[in-house]
């Protein structure tokens, strides 16, 4: 390998000490990086059967072998541990600006166990790491720690936690890049970091030399063309963010209502769209993550009259649309509020949705309130309901556990909406076929991302795994074969670290591995490129099956599945689910039960796990 790839800091800090390896250029072939390389560390150093708060949980930051390179989007890095929230692998994306600074250091990969006795930040620098009282920021807002780090370390990055975080929200999210929110958002990897009383990574700057690659002029002129293509080929989301596309995103059914009752409302979604966001003036600029040329953050002005991040597609729809909520203003609070405390709005809006709803039934069973009215549209019950989650006081004690302990905690699961424990992101399988069949088996639960099937209905093709056009989003022909390779496709996505925004623009699984073999010098083929999906797909699969995951959780909630909703395009039920599943399974490999088969364990050469 002509990359200078592959050097990971182990830190534990129940002892203070760290350590550091290089991995075996045959690990990295087989795993590549980011997403595979975290799962591969995660399940080699996580003991059996323990419960996710516990110290020996591993806490994994990952890159991927373009980072650092000129590949446009690849910037990003990944984060892995065991969800606090769904009991099963957790793994978040994320981009800003993060990863690259870390690579900065010399580490591709970090791996944190134990848990100190007081709150701590972790220091990276391109001699180690270093462990730091963070005792006098326990209590600190996201923005707040990452000033706080930004002053004492100029240049440096900081992944951090806010309060949701310290106080064990199983929502919780970890907070990059302060105000511009760049969040590991999903599977309360927060709580994680707030058990370990870890405030913070800061990745310091460095003098490092810059990466060793294999061919740098090939690479760059590849990336320079994509690299000028893609806010052309993506125009939308540079222009107005990813709540640009909500109405576009309409018009297919893909929206969430009334906690995904409905297909339609008489509420104004124009306003609170990305367009009515740049009309209004709140708009002042755009957020660009390191190696892109999208640039689909928003910089918005917040509340105290500084720039910060502006709602995101899923956001506005989480926030907004699904609990009948046409106030921007209300939706940019509730946002601001919960990137200050550290909360995925994915998870935050469909449990503020079920309880809405329960509300309404009256299925609350005497539950306290908190003196909150959260009725449907009610924006002030919104931001009521952020702050309680943020702070775990009140109400917030019940909503912070996600809808599925919440729902079985009131006797009401029937419309709790969720895969696993990981609440719906807004995009709504009655509109797309295949994505009923992608949420059901994705490894972390419900994901549009992991499998990012509906794309591949509307207006992507995937023609290395012989969809050569956009398939027929209510059919049913090949629906569990298009799932199967795109959730491989996007594993590999996610261990180059590419952003998936990027396949908008011209990028390719092709592409993709051009780029792996300029950068490495590696040769690889088609075939094993899809096979390292593949595998990195099933090492997580694997995982789960070990904590007991199998069909019984290979499932849709009763909503999507047997209620037709009210209005709106799209309003099929996704087609004979047990038979697609049966189909899935086949195609995969695994047992009837949807356990990976020895057989096919030994032909990826995955490890047993007990």
């Known amino acids: 390998m002509d990359i200078a790839y592959g050097k990971a800091l182990f830190v534990d800090l129940t002892t203070g000490t760290s350590k550091t390896e290089i991995l075996d250029e045959e690990v990295l072939r087989a795993y590549l990086g980011g997403s595979g390389i975290a799962a591969w560390l995660f399940s080699s150093l996580v003991p059996p059967g323990i419960d996710p708060l516990d110290p020996a949980n591993p806490l994994v930051f990952a890159l991927g072998p373009l980072c650092g390179t000129t590949a446009p989007t690849s910037g990003r890095h990944e984060l892995a541990t065991l969800s606090p929230l769904t009991g099963l692998f957790a793994e978040s994306d994320v981009g800003g600006a993060w990863g690259s600074v870390f690579r900065n250091t010399g580490y591709d990969f970090l791996a944190i166990v134990g848990a100190a006795k007081a709150p701590v930040a972790l220091v990276i620098t391109e001699t180690g790491a270093r462990v730091e009282d963070a005792g006098s920021l326990w209590g600190a807002d996201t923005f707040a720690t990452y000033d706080h780090y930004s002053e004492k370390y100029p240049g440096s990055e900081t992944a951090c936690i806010g309060i949701a975080g310290e106080r064990l929200v199983k929502i919780a999210c970890v907070s990059h890049d302060g105000r511009d929110a760049r969040m590991a958002g999903r599977c309360g990897l927060g709580a994680v970091m707030g058990s370990k009383k870890l405030k913070a990574v800061v990745a310091a700057p460095s003098t490092k030399a810059p990466r060793k690659i294999h061919d740098a ?105 699904n609990l009948l909520i046409d ?55 919104l931001i009521q309901l952020i702050d309680l989650i943020g702070t775990r006081t009140g109400l917030g004690v019940f909503l912070g556990e996600g809808v599925a302990r919440a729902s079985k905690s009131v006797g009401s699961p029937d419309y709790a909406v969720h895969v696993k424990g990981l609440e719906f992101p807004a995009h709504d399988p009655r509109a797309f076929n295949s994505l009923g069949l992608s949420y059901a088996t994705g490894n972390r639960g419900a994901c549009h991302l992991q499998g990012m099937t509906y794309s591949f209905e509307k207006s992507l093709s995937l023609p290395e795994r012989n969809f050569e056009k956009p398939q027929d989003r209510f059919g049913s022909d090949r629906k569990a074969e298009l799932v199967v390779a795109s959730q491989d496709f996007m594993s590999l996505l996610d261990s180059l670290k590419l952003c998936k925004f990027s396949l908008f623009g011209g990028n390719s699984a092709s592409v993709a591995l051009e780029w792996l073999n300029l950068a490495t010098g590696w040769n690889m083929g088609m075939e094993e490129f899809f096979r390292a999906g593949e595998r990195i797909f099933n090492l997580k699969r694997l995982y789960n099956s070990s904590r007991g995951a199998s069909r019984k959780d290979d499932c849709l909630p009763k909503r999507i599945l047997q209620e037709p909703k009210g209005g709106g395009a799209g309003q099929n039920l996704p087609p004979d689910f047990e038979a697609s599943l049966d189909d899935y399974y086949r195609l995969r490999g695994w047992t009837s039960d949807g356990i990976p088969t020895i057989a096919k364990m030994e032909e990826l050469d995955l490890p047993g796990i007990v």
């Not at 946002?335 to 995925?344: F, L, P, S, V």
């Not at 005497?366 to 003196?371: A, F, K, P, V, Y």
């Open 217 to 321: 002029a090939a690479l760059a002129e590849s990336a320079r063309e994509m690299a000028r293509n893609l806010p052309l080929r993506a125009e939308l989301m540079a222009k107005f963010g990813t709540a640009g596309t909500l109405k576009g995103a309409y018009t297919f059914g893909d929206v969430p209502f009334k906690n995904w009752a409905l297909g339609s409302t008489d509420i104004d979604l124009d306003a609170i769209s990305g367009q009515k966001l740049a009309e209004t003036g709140r708009l002042k600029k755009r957020f660009f993550c390191t190696m892109c040329s999208i640039g689909c953050g928003r910089v918005i002005e917040l509340s105290d009259g500084k720039l910060g991040a502006g709602a995101e597609y899923e956001t506005v729809c989480e926030l907004g649309a």
């Open 327 to 381: 106030d921007i203003e209300a939706i940019i609070t509730a946002n601001e509020k919960a990137n200050r405390y550290g909360i995925d709005t994915i998870s935050a809006g469909g449990v503020i949705g079920f309880l809405m709803e329960a509300y309404e039934k009256d299925q609350l069973n005497g539950l306290d309130l908190s003196g909150v009215v959260p009725a449907w549209g009610s924006g002030k019950a």
